[in-house]
């Protein structure tokens, strides 16, 4: 099968570009704008390891006839491409509007014209808002809070307007929070991760205790793969690990792999439209087979281990 990854210079897309190449015998082609958090630095192993399987197109989603024609005779779509900075996104949300929701019409109108097979947009579990109690199914309603949010909201809904519409075979996934190696130090973890190699403080926001789970990239990926080969069009699919924790949990591990103490913690202004708590149900994914691989203490070890031995990579990006 040939792929056309969108955004697969970003986190996400690098991890499922090299889950991809290494699981398959696909070839793949990275679309990507080179956005402040793309870098191809983070495909410079893939380019030298990939040979003819792998090519890269730099250009943006939201121009049309560069979409079509770098698509062209490819089979499959899976749509990362997209601004994914809360903050980010109550500081500049036009830019959220226009690359996720301008973009992503693009992309699924790119992929009508030239009848591919298969589309999957990937979404976020942040599209259904604060949840008290429970987990989110597919089927609830969505909430969005955040300009970042309210955009992928309306990216979802956009696609599946794709399906009902044209026909265009799409699937969405929604996934909780990723971590993991080749993430912009601009969350959490590494952001928490790359300040403490520095000897510097973390900034916790608000009282700490706003709650999200927690899943390693090669776990996202995996299930993306699934979707995309099995999934069925028109359908959403949560994918969750059950690593359901308050930041303030999360920064004392993190803490202790540092071997520092609260101590390093710096409360701050808690971020505004702060979302208490996110959970969905991964049901319908464990249904199909998939299962997170990595135990989350596992996942952040090996993630800071990274981050240690790669300064190379982020040190400059900071």
């Known amino acids: 099968m040939k792929l056309f990854i969108t955004g697969g210079a970003g986190f996400i897309g690098s991890n499922y570009v090299r889950w991809a190449l290494s699981h398959s015998d696909d070839e793949v082609t990275v679309y990507d704008a080179l956005t402040y958090a793309g870098n191809l630095a983070t495909l410079a192993d893939v380019e030298k390891s990939a040979g003819d399987r792998y090519r890269f197109v730099h250009a943006d989603i939201c121009d049309l006839a560069a979409l079509e024609e770098a698509l062209g005779g490819h089979d499959a779509v899976v749509h990362f491409a997209a601004e994914s900075h809360v903050d980010r996104s109550i500081s500049g949300p036009e830019d959220f509007a ?52 309210a955009s992928k909201a309306g990216s979802d809904l956009i696609a599946l307007s794709y399906y009902t519409t044209y026909g265009l075979p799409v699937m969405v996934t929604r996934s909780s929070n990723n971590f993991g190696p080749w993430q912009y130090p601009e969350k959490i973890v590494p952001l928490f991760v790359t300040n403490l190699l520095d000897g510097k403080n973390v900034p916790l926001y608000g009282d700490g205790l706003n709650q999200r789970d927690w899943l390693f990239v090669e776990d ?52 505004l439209g702060h979302d208490r708590r996110y959970s969905v149900s991964s049901e319908k994914m464990r249904a199909m087979g998939w299962r997170p691989e990595r135990d989350l203490d596992e996942a952040l070890k090996a993630t800071f281990g990274w981050y240690r031995d790669n300064r190379w990579w982020w040190e400059h990006l900071r």
Request: hydrophobic residues 35%; contains cysteine; glycine residues 10%.
């Open 98 to 149: 226009m690359t996720n929701c301008v973009g992503t019409n693009m992309v699924m109108q790119a992929a009508r014209r030239l009848g591919i097979e298969r589309v999957v947009h990937i979404s976020t579990d942040e599209v259904y808002g604060s949840v008290p109690h429970g987990s989110s199914l597919e089927t609830d309603h969505l909430e969005p809070r955040s300009p970042y949010s």
């Open 220 to 271: 996202n990926c995996a299930a993306v793969d699934l979707v995309l080969r099995t999934g069925a069009p028109g359908e959403i699919y949560n994918i969750g690990a059950g690593n359901e924790l308050p930041n303030r949990d999360l920064t004392d591990k993190l803490l202790a792999l540092a071997g520092a103490g609260p101590e390093r913690i710096d409360y701050v202004t808690d971020r």
